[in-house]
């Protein structure tokens, strides 16, 4: 079985653009989770969709965004981009019940210049 | 809220020795599940292991298990017979039971692991 996949993997953009990042879960998976990984922060949750519906956001700036499609897969934007946006993007699905185990993707790494 | 505290950000271990990572976490909740990741050079979060808070035994996999002492709230990883591919940064990962915190985990800082030849 497919692993979880995100595109792109590496991204360098300019401080104020947009930038979308995308995650295709393992199939059957309809939990996607993205968690924000830094240095000085740590991992941190960003939000969960579950079928098609936000069900869960940590705690950051309405500039971070998401949205799940029918097949589950999954995007994230990020709007007005600031440079403590830097990091690696980790997306990560599970199955909706026990137990529970969250696979991740190899992540996008950020970089906000 | 639930937080994740891992108190050792470097430990190390000769390869084939027995190493032990720390993890405490704090909660009001009788029901969770705790899980340690494993985050290579790569960057790829690898699941290690999981424990559901109502068992009392504790979970093994291979060489890694756990000692989950649920009135102390302490969830540590002990690896036995350490590899060289065992090198890594740990996070010891929370997840809530309750239905309305979904699939969120909260993590700990890690603790970066190096195995000595």
């Known amino acids: 079985k497919a692993g979880v996949t995100q595109t792109p993997r590496y991204l360098i953009k300019t401080r104020g653009q947009q930038v979308t990042l995308s995650c295709s879960p393992i199939?059957?998976?309809?939990?996607v989770s993205w968690y924000q990984q830094t240095p000085g922060q740590g991992l941190q949750f960003l939000f969960e969709y579950f079928s098609e519906t936000q069900r869960n956001k940590g705690n950051f700036p309405g500039r971070f965004s998401g949205r799940q499609f029918s097949n589950s897969r999954s995007e994230m934007n990020v709007s007005t981009l600031e440079l403590g946006d830097s990091a690696l993007y980790l997306c990560?699905?599970?199955?909706?019940?026990?137990?529970?185990?969250?696979?991740f993707g190899p992540g996008t790494r950020l970089t906000v210049t | 809220a639930q937080t994740v505290t891992q108190s050792q950000p470097e430990m190390s271990v000769q390869e084939a020795e027995t190493v032990t990572l720390s993890c405490t976490y704090d909660?009001?909740?009788?029901?969770?599940?705790l899980f340690w990741y494993k985050q290579p050079p790569s960057r790829q979060m690898i699941l290690v292991i999981r424990q559901e808070a109502y068992k009392q035994q504790n979970a093994t996999e291979n060489r890694f298990s756990v000692n989950f002492q649920k009135a102390a709230k302490s969830f540590s990883l002990k690896i036995s017979d350490s590899q060289l591919g065992d090198a890594a940064m740990y996070f010891c990962?929370?997840?809530?039971?309750?239905?309305?915190?979904?699939?969120?985990?909260?993590f700990g800082e890690g603790t970066q692991l190096t195995v000595n030849p």
């Open positions: 990560a699905s599970s199955f909706s019940g026990p137990p529970y185990e969250q696979y």
């Open positions: 909660t009001s909740e009788s029901d969770y599940y």
């Open positions: 199939s059957g998976h309809r939990s």
């Open positions: 990962a929370y997840r809530s039971a309750e239905e309305t915190s979904g699939s969120r985990l909260t």
